[in-house]
């Protein structure tokens, strides 16, 4: 298998943790590409030039971040059905779309001044707001282990503390700070830290 990744995509990052826990990295050769200069093998494989892609001989690549999770965790045997499963990819869906929101201010600041939507940039920091809220308000508590769902939240987290320290949320949102530091402090974090 090859990974297609951008170091500091938290979504590569996101599958590079889980790869680890299923002890499936070994397996994954992972390949550095720049989705603005994207080289042919990687188009070929998404045409939408967009990280994390996984090709897999013999299959068409997969796509989007959710996608190759579940791809793994079939690899795996650990792809559960059910209410306990649909619960686990809502809180990942929550998680990706803080990820999504941060992406969204990360490159709109990367826009010329003069180009820049204060409508939009707005709109994308009450989405990080709201959602932070909502894991203070109980959803992370239903994190207790390190399972996909925690594996997102963590890297939306630690992205928001990458890219966008300006926030400063953690103190607006102690319980859910709190379990992100000891998040922090899980061996595949360290090992996938971008910085």
């Not at 938290?10 to 390949?31: F, M, N, S």
Request: proline content about 6%.
């Amino acid at each position: 298998m090859k990974l297609f990744y951008a170091k500091t995509s938290p979504y590569t990052r996101k599958l590079l943790l889980l790869a680890r826990h299923l002890g499936q990295i070994d397996e994954i050769e992972i390949v550095a590409v720049d989705p603005l200069k994207a080289p042919p093998e990687f188009l070929d494989a998404n045409p939408l030039s967009k990280v994390p892609t996984l090709a897999v001989a013999g299959e068409p690549a997969l796509f989007d971040s959710r996608v190759i999770a579940e791809y793994l965790l079939d690899r795996a045997g650990m792809n559960d059905s059910g209410r306990a499963k649909t619960e686990e990819l809502k809180r990942q869906a929550l998680a990706d779309g803080i990820t999504d929101a941060a992406l969204d201010i990360v490159q709109e600041n990367r826009r010329p001044e003069a180009q820049r939507s204060a409508y939009w940039m707005e709109r994308w920091r009450a989405a990080i707001e709201r959602g932070l809220a909502h894991l203070e308000d109980g959803a992370i508590n239903a994190l207790g282990q390190w399972r996909l769902d925690a594996m997102a939240t963590a890297c939306a987290l630690d992205y928001l503390n990458f890219r966008l320290p300006e926030l400063a949320w953690e103190s607006r949102f102690p319980a859910t700070a709190k379990w992100y530091r000891a998040a922090l402090k899980q061996d595949d974090m360290i090992a996938t830290d971008p910085r």
